[in-house]
């Protein structure tokens, strides 16, 4: 379980600090790129300005050298532009025959302004490619150098040449390798904590869960099994010819069986509930039913025999009548056991007997059958 967590955390970390540096570093380039493709655009529309208000600049063999000199001049002020310690260079070449003559390359003040020539069917120099072919955009991409850079390219349609920014895409995702570093040991640090949360406060938490649910588990199948015997208790009390009832501490029934409810004229479920006084009526309940019924409460067993009359029967039944203390769980007594059985028959055959030996003048011995 303690693993398991631990994977969980570690892969919504973990996956949660990916996102973020993702999301951050997309956004870098793109900004890097909307930025760089700005730059060159105003550094073609400035350059070319400033050029032509140039009194030599209506001579041709002059033009050229004016416009490269400018576009120096512009490429330094907005190379200054950039971010402080990653400024981005501006390239300016042309297109001689098959080859690709860089005029304007080097970072500014770095004291280099021209590029050997490469051919125009290398895999390098991909953005100066697109602007010598008309094109404008921005990518990621090898510049001249066989470096990936972040570039921005245009063309300057009036010599016919082609303008890129660039940035080294390494110095742009520098920032992003050290923000993942940070974010894997935030993580980390998030993993950490969420073990010692996890083994402080939530596995003593689900250890007593389990425990619960062991006990929980334990008492429904215990409790199944009551139920089973009480089912089977309950067929055999209610087929039994006894009346068996259940009274609580307030002598009011909290079951009966079917003999019981038989007496009365009612079923079982009718009885249930009610209280003694309104079944027995208050006379018999205050004489006979209550001060027994306290003597069992108390924890005494009571036996007792009479005469009772029940709506059921015609005439009144002798009845022997024991009260037993019912224990609840917790060994308290919680109420008392009514066992009512009906004497009548034996009652009227010894009354019988007592007659014929009180008419009789003849001698009469009675034996009693070896148990």
């Known amino acids: 379980m303690f693993a398991l967590s631990m994977i969980m955390i570690a892969v919504v970390a973990f996956t949660g600090a990916y996102q973020v540096v993702r999301e951050l570093h997309h956004s870098a380039i793109e900004h890097k790129k909307s930025v760089l493709l700005t730059l060159i655009t105003c550094w073609e529309g400035t350059a070319s300005i400033l050029a032509s208000r140039d009194p030599a600049y ?32 501006f390239i300016l070449a042309k297109r001689e025959g098959n080859g690709i003559v860089f005029l304007l390359s080097g970072k500014p003040g770095s004291g280099r302004d021209r590029h050997d020539t490469i ?35 245009i063309p300057f349609a009036k010599r016919g040449w082609g303008l890129v920014g660039k940035v080294d895409l390494a110095a742009v995702e520098a920032p992003f390798f050290r923000l993942s570093l940070l974010a894997g040991g935030a993580a980390l640090a998030v993993i950490v904590l969420g073990a010692i949360v996890f083994l402080v406060l939530v596995d003593p938490m689900i250890r007593r869960l389990a425990d619960r649910t062991l006990k929980l588990q334990r008492e429904i199948a215990e409790r199944k099994q009551a139920e089973k015997g009480m089912r089977e208790y309950a067929h055999i009390v209610s087929s039994s010819r006894d009346m068996l009832a ?15 409810a038989d007496a009365f004229g009612t ?23 209550k001060p027994n019924g306290c003597r069992a409460l108390s924890g005494e067993i009571v036996t007792f025999e009479d005469w009772y009359g029940f709506p059921a029967f015609a005439r ?22 009514v066992c009512a059985r009906d004497r ?28």
């Not at 259940?246 to 019981?260: E, G, H, R």
């Not at 079923?267 to 039913?289: A, R, W």
């Open 344 to 371: 009548t028959d034996r009652i009227m055959s010894e009354g019988r007997y007592q007659a014929i030996f009180e008419s009789s003048r003849d001698a009469i011995m009675t034996l009693q059958a070896p148990s």
């Open 246 to 260: 259940l009274l609580d501490k307030d002598f009011c029934f909290l079951a009966v069986n079917t003999a019981y």
């Open 58 to 89: 209506g001579h041709p063999d002059d033009a050229q050298t004016i416009d490269i000199a400018t576009m120096r001049q512009v490429a330094g002020y907005y190379a200054s532009l950039g971010r402080p310690g990653m400024p981005p260079e």
């Open 316 to 337: 009144k039944k002798y009845m022997e009548v024991a009260y037993f203390p019912y224990f609840a769980e917790n060994k308290a007594i919680a109420g008392f056991v």
């Open 119 to 153: 051919a125009l069917d290398s895999n390098l120099a991909e953005p100066m490619r697109r602007a010598l072919s008309g094109q404008t955009g921005t990518m990621i991409g090898l510049d001249y150098q066989g470096e990936r850079v972040v570039a921005a390219y």
């Open 267 to 289: 079923e079982p479920e009718n009885l249930v509930g009610k209280s003694v006084v309104n079944v027995f009526g208050k006379k018999l309940f205050e004489k006979i039913i």
